[in-house]
């Protein structure tokens, strides 16, 4: 399936979702890679995560680009040769790109019952307004889960963490974004995210 979804937050940024029905085979027709890339995708063991790195390759030729136009620093942090910010993820049989002139990050997660067995690592303050017995319990983690891994793409500060650094304000039902803050070495940041869920997944975006 090609392109599944466009956003547009702002004039400046740019997300791209792909919904990653095509074939290994069939990816690998669609796209151009450098010897590096070709290298790390046929050493992948999962031909899950390699459709999943190529699908990322369709949309970046979506925004434009090519895979030769992707570089990562050495914190693993994905940057493009023009100097606009960009962010990247995938998950199962979705992946997405943003990409903007602001400082983002992004994520996408299944919605998994197995979350609410790890919720204690990633969620402290977030648990004095959420609700274990709600019928809407798995997708609020979901949501607090990418909400605080964008922050964590878009700070891009190692030793970063989720449980003392960030914090999700609640979210009202049938909003879809929110307000989300790290606090880190005594200083605040503020930013604004923005989240939406299909087909069972959930995908969040912070912009600085």
Request: aromatic share 14%; with cysteine; glycine share 4%.
């Amino acid at each position: 399936m090609p392109l599944y979804k466009t956003i547009t937050p702002n004039s400046e940024t740019i997300v791209k979702i792909w919904k990653i029905t095509e074939s290994f085979d069939d990816l690998m027709q669609m796209v151009n890679l450098k010897p590096k890339s070709l290298e790390r995708v046929l050493g992948m063991k999962s031909e899950l995560h390699q459709r999943g790195f190529l699908s990322v390759r369709c949309l970046l030729r979506a925004f434009g680009y090519e895979d030769v136009d992707l570089h990562y620093d050495e914190h693993g942090k994905p940057y493009l040769n023009d100097g606009k910010y960009i962010s990247i993820t995938h998950s199962f049989g979705f992946s997405a790109i943003i990409i903007s002139k602001a400082i983002i990050g992004i994520d996408i997660e299944k919605q998994r019952d197995k979350i609410t067995v790890i919720a204690h690592k990633f969620i402290d303050y977030e648990f004095n307004y959420l609700d274990k017995n709600a019928s809407d319990y798995i997708n609020k983690l979901t949501i607090i889960w990418c909400v605080k891994e964008s922050l964590y793409k878009l700070f891009a500060t190692p030793g970063l963490s989720f449980i003392q650094h960030c914090l999700v304000i609640p979210v009202s039902d049938n909003e879809k974004e929110t307000v989300a803050w790290i606090d880190y070495e005594d200083r605040k940041y503020r930013y604004h995210i923005h989240f939406l869920e299909f087909e069972g997944f959930t995908c969040a975006y912070a912009i600085g």
